[in-house]
Each structure stands twice: as structure tokens, then as C-alpha cells.
């Protein structure tokens, strides 16, 4: 039959194009938002290759934007979001938790159009969240930095604030305090996930101050900490997030990873079965594939491996809980001295 429609189509002297816009135009068109760059190595390049597994796996029209800002500042979000929306996609998906207020503002704006957020925490009648539980594998990898610092100085360095975020820092201050009571740790958020200068700083300062093992959250900025490490003769190790950082450098003893791409194929994949529900928030945690996880170097011990092994079955068992919330100073590496909290916000008005 396809082969006789086709033969006529030629035979009129026409092309078979229009068939095939026809066909595209039946399919679902799906958009992901991308707030910083989709090849920074770190969380936002997880969202790219969520976009890839749309494109590789469903039948879907698929397309991202990225790049919009360093800082994740709402209003350029927002207005990002709003443009794409007014294109008439099916679904959008923003990618990270500083995307929830632009998502509840532009999913009431277009009410026909699905929405949802990674790591996200909003809900809304055509909105629902996908979130991937980081903090699992942060708790972890707080517990692998106080198993195995010897100075019994951790750092954390991060560049943003949204809230999933904070609240992998707050498991890994757990996690690191649930092996390790006495550690002092040294936490900043610098303000900008991508710039490798000042996040280098960061990491030099809390070496100054004692850290030989630093957890970092962040993206192209990661760069700038991995040089610092590096320049410190093996004498500081480093714990990455998102990916497997352990088979990228030898600084990195362990990396705590959270993969949002396949929230991201999950998000779509419903969509094209009909399964994607509004008002819901959907999450994948410890235990359940190689989603979220702790990986280690080859040169972490036996006897660490089995305590964090234990310590995993505890957490997908519901014998530990998390906390996901950290109410201590923050160490301000321009001054060397510990501040509140409240001290960045006058950095988020700067940034």
C-alpha cells in the first residue's frame, strides 16, 4: 500500500516532503529548557543527554534551548520559558529546581500546554515535578569524605541556590557527620556554577584552612577546583556529583551520582504513553538502578566500601534518614571567616 501511494505521489509530479512534515507535524513536540550550558560536564550537560535519549528513543518532535543564564536569574528564565511556550509545544521541560517559579507563572499562562521541572518541587494543574534524589547519593558521599579525610576538614563548594541544591548540601553535611562527628566542615556557595576562577578560589581557601577532601556541585566551574586539587600533589581529593567524576581524574576519590537524564526520557516517555499526570511529583532514589549512586576510586579501601555499602542498604531500607536541611555558617573564602546564611544574599544580588 506504501508503495503505491508513493509511486502516484512521484507520478503526479509530486515529492514526498509534505508526507513526511505531515507525519512529523502528528507527532508530540516536546522542548527542554536548559538554564546554563549543555556541555559543562556537570548537571546541565545531564539535561542535553536527556534531550539525546528523547531523541534516540521516542517518536517524538524534540528540541532544547540552553545557555539562557550563568546565574539562574528568574526573570531571564522566566521570559526563555514564556518565548518557548509561545511556540505551542506539547510538553516543556525545564530543567533544575531554579526553573519552579518560572514554571508556575508561564504553565498558568498556558494552560494547554504540559509542564514539568527537574528536580523540581511545584505542582499545578498542568505542571508536575521529576525529581531525582541527590541527596541520596550526596548522604553517601558525606560519609566517604569522613571516612577518609585525615586532617578532619571537609569542604563543599556549590555556585547556585536552588533548592535541591541545599538540600545536597544538607545530606552530605549529614552523611558526613553521621561517620564522623568531629569534622569541621567548610561550606560556600560561590554564585556561579560555571566560572572556574572564582570557584578555584573557593577551593584554595578552604585547602588553606585545613579541607583535603572538598564535595563539589557544580558545572564548568568544576574545572577551576579539579586545577586547584591538582596543584596539591595528591594531598587533597575531590568527591564530584551528577556523573562518574571517578573515571574522569585521579583526584576524585568518589562521585555522587544523580543522573536527571533519565528523569528527563521518564518526564517525556510518559507523556507519549499518556501516563504523565498533572499535580504529582515523581522521584527516583537509592536502590532503584544505577539512577543514584555512590561511585569510588580503585584506591578506596575494602573496609570503607563495605561501611558504605552498609550505610546504602540502611538508607534504601529507611533505617537512616536524611536530613535535608543545614542551619550552620558558611565559611566566606574572600575573608577566611564564618558567616550566617543571610550573607549570600547580598552575593545573589551582585551575581
Same mark, same amino acid.
Given at each position: 500500500m506504501y508503495k503505491f501511494g508513493s509511486t502516484l505521489l512521484i507520478a503526479a509530479g509530486l515529492t514526498l516532503a509534505p508526507l513526511a512534515q505531515a507525519m512529523a507535524a502528528d507527532k508530540a513536540d516536546i522542548a527542554v529548557l536548559i538554564p546554563g550550558k549543555h556541555n559543562d560536564n556537570?548537571?546541565?550537560?545531564?539535561?542535553?543527554r536527556g534531550y539525546e535519549k528523547i531523541k534516540a528513543e521516542l517518536d517524538v518532535n524534540a528540541s532544547y534551548v540552553s545557555n539562557i543564564s550563568a546565574t539562574s536569574d528568574p526573570v531571564l528564565l522566566t521570559d526563555a520559558m514564556r518565548k518557548l511556550a509561545a511556540e !505551542?509545544?506539547?510538553m516543556i521541560i525545564a530543567h533544575g529546581g531554579q526553573c519552579n517559579g518560572p514554571a508556575q507563572i508561564v504553565s498558568q499562562e498556558f494552560p494547554d500546554i504540559k509542564f514539568v521541572v527537574i528536580q523540581g518541587h511545584v505542582q499545578g494543574p498542568n505542571l508536575s515535578s521529576y525529581v531525582v534524589r541527590q541527596e541520596d547519593s550526596a548522604w553517601l558521599a558525606g560519609a566517604l569524605a569522613g571516612l577518609t579525610t585525615e586532617s578532619d576538614v571537609v569542604g563543599h563548594i556549590s555556585g547556585a541556590w536552588p533548592k535541591p541544591g541545599l538540600m545536597g548540601r544538607a545530606a552530605?553535611?549529614?552523611g558526613l557527620k553521621h561517620v564522623n562527628p568531629d569534622a569541621k566542615f567548610l561550606t560556600w556557595f560561590t554564585g556561579d556554577l560555571d566560572n572556574t576562577g572564582i570557584n578555584g578560589e573557593a577551593a584554595a581557601a578552604e585547602i588553606a584552612n585545613g579541607a583535603d577532601v572538598i564535595y563539589t556541585m557544580l558545572n564548568a566551574g568544576r574545572q !577551576?577546583?579539579?586545577d586547584e586539587i591538582k596543584s596539591h600533589d595528591g594531598k587533597v581529593r575531590h568527591i564530584?556529583?551528577?556523573s562518574d567524576w571517578t573515571q574522569v581524574d585521579s583526584t576524585f576519590?568518589?562521585?555522587?551520582?544523580a543522573d536527571a537524564s533519565v528523569a528527563i526520557l521518564n518526564a517525556a516517555r510518559d507523556y507519549t504513553t499518556g501516563e504523565w499526570q498533572p499535580n504529582q511529583i515523581q522521584e527516583i532514589g537509592l536502590g532503584k538502578g544505577d539512577v543514584v549512586k555512590l561511585t569510588l576510586a580503585e584506591d578506596v579501601s575494602p573496609e570503607v566500601k563495605q561501611k558504605l555499602d552498609e550505610l546504602a542498604a540502611k538508607i534504601v531500607s529507611?533505617?537512616?534518614?536524611?536530613?535535608?536541611s543545614y542551619d550552620g555558617q558558611e565559611f566566606n573564602p574572600a575573608s577566611g571567616e564564618f558567616v550566617d546564611q543571610s550573607f549570600k544574599e547580598t552575593l545573589k544580588t551582585k551575581s
Open positions: 556537570g548537571f546541565m550537560q545531564a539535561a542535553y !505551542g509545544p506539547d552530605f553535611y549529614d !577551576g577546583v579539579i564530584g556529583n551528577v576519590v568518589g562521585s555522587a551520582v529507611g533505617e537512616i534518614t536524611i536530613s535535608t
